[in-house]
């Protein structure tokens, strides 16, 4: 396809320094739904950056820990 996969530390530098948003990437992606949601309070968003794949095991792992 015409869309390329974007290196995670492309989409850190672009919304740190663009927006001014802190970012944390993670290899793991179990670690990071895990850390994602014992670190955000509730009015905080966690956007997750990936395939619908990996929202769907995002998803899977928020639903199984009673998120």
């Not at 802190?22 to 009015?43: G, H, L």
């Amino acid at each position: 396809g015409r869309f390329a996969a974007v290196d995670p530390i492309e989409i850190d530098n672009y919304f740190r320094f663009t927006h001014h948003i802190p970012v944390v990437v993670f290899i793991n992606s179990q670690e990071a739904a895990i850390e994602a949601v014992n670190t955000a309070n509730n009015k905080e968003t966690v956007l997750v950056c990936g395939s619908l794949y990996l929202v769907g095991e995002a998803m899977t792992i928020w639903r199984d820990i009673g998120v």
